[in-house]
C-alpha cells in the first residue's frame, strides 16, 4: 500500500487495507468472493479512482455490503470510476497542478539520494537549481478561506485514516483549521522548464487561545506517505511548522496533540539541533567560552564557575538551571513548558560532568522535582517511602530514554 505505480510516474496506487474505521471492528466485507478494492491517487492534484472487482456476489436477498456507498462517505465526491478518463485527468494534472496557499518553506535534495533510505537523513540545503538532478520539496500554509483547498483536503484526508492510529476526520464547519503541506517539486526532463508537483504529506494545525491576545498553536495531525518516509521529509515538515510559528507573532507557543512515540522522537530530535544550533543560547547556557565552534559544550555541565582572570564565564544551565532565564528562552522560542523542561533536561545530560558528584546530585534532584510536579495527584496517592522509590525509578527510565535520544542527534 503506498508505491509508486512505475507505469504512471505521476499516480500513487494503493491497495485498501480495509480499515476498521471505515468497515467495522471486524475489519470484513460481507458477500464477495475475490474482492479488491483499487484506489489511485493522482499524485500532485490526488484526483482518485476507485475500481471494485470481484469473482462473484451474493444475491441482493442476502446480507451484501454496500461498499461503494460505505467509501463515499470517506472519499472526496468526484472520485473517477472510468479509468481511462482517470489516466487523462493524470496527464493534464500532472503539469497544470499547483500547490494551494503560500509557500512558507523549501528544501533540496540530490535526486540521487531521494530514494536513500534512513533515519536522521541530513536535508542540504543549498543545491543549484539549474542542475538537472536537483529535487525541490517545498511547504505551503493553507486555511479554509485559500480557493479551492476545502476540496482539496477532502480527497487528502483519507491518508489520515489509512496511516494514523485511531485516526479521524475533522470538522469543515470549524474555521479555525490551519494546514501545512509539503510537495515534492520535479523537472520533466523532456521540458526543465515545466515544474511537476507531488504530495508528499501534511499537518493539520489548531489556534487556541492564549492570555491575554495571541494563540497557542497545537500539531493535531501529521502524516508522511510511505514512499517517503524515512528520508527526513518528516523533520523537514515539523521544522516548517515550526519555523512558521516562530514567524507569527500571534502565536505564543507550539505544542502537540496525544503525540505517538514516533513522532515524539522526530520533535525531540528537531528541537534538540534546533537549541544546539543557537549559539547565543548556548553561549548562555554554558558560559561564554564553553562554546564551540559548532555551537557544542566543551568539558561539563557544573564546571567553568570561577571567577578568576582567564577563567570560563558561569553558564545558566546549572545544574540547578536558572528559572528566570529558562522561561525567557521558553517564551522566546515558543516551545511548551513540559517539552522545553525535558530539552534542558536532555542537554544537562549531555555535557555532564561524570566525575561531579555534586552536580550529578543537583541534576538528578532538578529532573526529579519535575517529575514530582508532573505527577503530584498519583504520587500524593502514596506513603513517603514508596513515593521516593516511584520518582527514583521513574527518574531511570527518563534518563534511560534521554541518552536513547542523544544518541539520534548528531
Not at 487495507?17 to 464477495?32: M, S
Not at 491576545?213 to 518528516?234: C, D
Not at 512515540?261 to 543560547?281: I, P, S, T, V
Amino acid at each position: 500500500m503506498g508505491s509508486t505505480n512505475p507505469r504512471y510516474p505521476s499516480q500513487l496506487h494503493f491497495i485498501l487495507l480495509y480499515p476498521r474505521v471505515i468497515f467495522g471492528e471486524d475489519e470484513k466485507i460481507y458477500g464477495y468472493k475475490d474482492l479488491t478494492i483499487d484506489l489511485k491517487f493522482a499524485s500532485g492534484s490526488l484526483a482518485q479512482f476507485l475500481s471494485i472487482k470481484y469473482s462473484e456476489k451474493l444475491p441482493s436477498t442476502s446480507t451484501v455490503d454496500d461498499i461503494e456507498g460505505t467509501l463515499s462517505s470517506f472519499i472526496a465526491p468526484d472520485y473517477h470510476k472510468d479509468e481511462a478518463e482517470f489516466l487523462a485527468r493524470v496527464e493534464k494534472d500532472a503539469t497544470a497542478f499547483k500547490p494551494f496557499g503560500e509557500k512558507i518553506y523549501s528544501y533540496s535534495r540530490s535526486a540521487t539520494s531521494v530514494s536513500s533510505k534512513g533515519k536522521n537523513v541530513a536535508i542540504p540545503q543549498v543545491l543549484s537549481p539549474e542542475d538537472e538532478e536537483t529535487v525541490d520539496f517545498e511547504v505551503y500554509h493553507s486555511t479554509w478561506k485559500t480557493p479551492g483547498f476545502r476540496e482539496y483536503h477532502r480527497r487528502m484526508q483519507l491518508f489520515i485514516l489509512l496511516y494514523i492510529e485511531a485516526g479521524s476526520y475533522i470538522s469543515e464547519d470549524d474555521e479555525t483549521w490551519e494546514f501545512v503541506v509539503l510537495y515534492e517539486k520535479r523537472k520533466r526532463r523532456s521540458a526543465p522548464d515545466i515544474a511537476t508537483y507531488h504530495f508528499v504529506g501534511y499537518s493539520t494545525l489548531y489556534p487556541f487561545y492564549c492570555f491575554p491576545e495571541r494563540v497557542r498553536m497545537r500539531i493535531s495531525q501529521f502524516v508522511i506517505l510511505p514512499p517517503y518516509q524515512q528520508e527526513g521529509h518528516g523533520s523537514a515538515l515539523y521544522t516548517a511548522v515550526y519555523r512558521h510559528v516562530l514567524a507569527q507573532p500571534r502565536i505564543a507557543e507550539l505544542t502537540v496533540e496525544d503525540p505517538a512515540e514516533a513522532f515524539e522522537d522526530l520533535r525531540d530530535r528537531n528541537d534538540l539541533k534546533m537549541l544546539l544550533a543557537n549559539e547565543r543560547f548556548m553561549a548562555e547556557a554554558f558560559g561564554s567560552e564553553g562554546v564551540s565552534s559548532g555551537g557544542g559544550k566543551v568539558g561539563g555541565v557544573g564546571k567553568g564557575k570561577g571567577k578568576g582572570k582567564g577563567k570560563a564565564s558561569a553558564g545558566k544551565m546549572g545544574p540547578p538551571a536558572d528559572r528566570a532565564w529558562l522561561e525567557k528562552w521558553r517564551v522566546e522560542l515558543k516551545i511548551a513548558s513540559r517539552q522545553f523542561h525535558r530539552l534542558i533536561e536532555m542537554l544537562m545530560l549531555k555535557y555532564l560532568d561524570p566525575m561531579d558528584a555534586r552536580v550529578q546530585r543537583a541534576y538528578r534532584l532538578q529532573v526529579k522535582e519535575r517529575l514530582y510536579r508532573f505527577n503530584f495527584e498519583t504520587l500524593m496517592q502514596l506513603d513517603k517511602e514508596e513515593r521516593q522509590q516511584k520518582l527514583e525509578e521513574t527518574f531511570r527510565t527518563v534518563r534511560a530514554d534521554y541518552l536513547r535520544i542523544l544518541g539520534l542527534v548528531h
